[in-house]
C-alpha cells in the first residue's frame, strides 16, 4: 500500500478523511504501514476501487492509470491460484502442494507461514505477496483477484 499516501496527498484528501469514507478506523493504515502488512484482500480491493486504481498500483505502484471493477476474493482463493500455477508450471499434478510449494516458492516464504495467512490466521508483510507474484510470473493483480487485462484493457478471469 506505499502509493496510498501519494494518491491521497495527490487528490487533497487527508488519511482520516478517507478512513472515515470507505469505513475503517483511522489508525488502519498507521498500522497498515508501521508493521509492514498487506491488509486483507477484502478491504485491498475495497481501497483500490474507491481510488479507483488498480491493486499493482495500490500495493507496488504499478499500473496507475488503470481503472478497476473488483470483486473480492478471500485468501484461499490466492492460494488456489498458487497451487494452480504451481502445477501447471511443473506438471507435477500430484506431488503434495505442502512440498512443491516448498521446492519452488520456499525461498519466499515458508508453506506453513502462507498456508497460515491464507486460512487468516495471520498476516504477512505486503512484499513476500508481491515476490510470490514475481516469481510465479504473475501480476499481484492477477494473484489477488484472478484478473487479467489483454491488450486492449479488457479483464479476463483466467490466465
Known amino acids: 500500500m ?6 491521497l496527498e495527490k487528490k487533497g484528501i487527508s488519511r482520516r478523511q ?3 469514507q470507505i469505513e475503517i478506523p483511522s489508525s488502519t493504515i498507521a498500522t497498515w504501514k508501521s508493521k509492514n502488512i498487506l491488509p486483507n484482500t477484502e478491504l485491498i480491493c475495497k481501497v483500490a476501487k474507491f481510488l479507483n486504481v488498480s491493486i499493482d498500483w ?5 499500473d496507475p492509470k488503470t481503472e478497476i471493477n473488483i470483486v473480492a476474493f478471500g485468501r484461499h482463493t490466492i492460494m488456489d491460484r498458487i497451487e494452480t500455477i504451481l502445477r501447471q508450471n511443473t506438471n ?3 506431488t ?6 516448498t521446492e519452488h516458492l520456499g525461498k519466499i516464504a515458508d508453506f506453513d507461514l502462507i498456508n497460515n495467512w491464507s486460512l487468516g490466521r495471520i498476516n504477512v508483510p505486503e512484499s513476500i ?3 510470490l507474484a ?8 492477477w494473484l489477488l483477484t484472478g484478473q487479467r487485462r489483454n491488450r ?3 479483464r479476463h478471469t483466467s490466465l
Do not use: H, M, R, W
Not at 506505499?2 to 494518491?7: K, S, V
Not at 503434495?96 to 510449494?101: G, Q
Open 2 to 7: 506505499q502509493e496510498l499516501d501519494y494518491f
Open 134 to 141: 514475481k516469481e510465479l510470473k504473475v501480476t499481484t493483480d
Open 96 to 101: 503434495p502442494i505442502a512440498e512443491l510449494y
Open 129 to 131: 505477496i508481491t515476490f
Open 18 to 20: 478517507f478512513c472515515t
Open 92 to 94: 507435477s499434478f500430484d
Open 58 to 62: 495500490l500495493v507496488n505502484g504499478e
Open 152 to 154: 486492449s484493457g479488457y
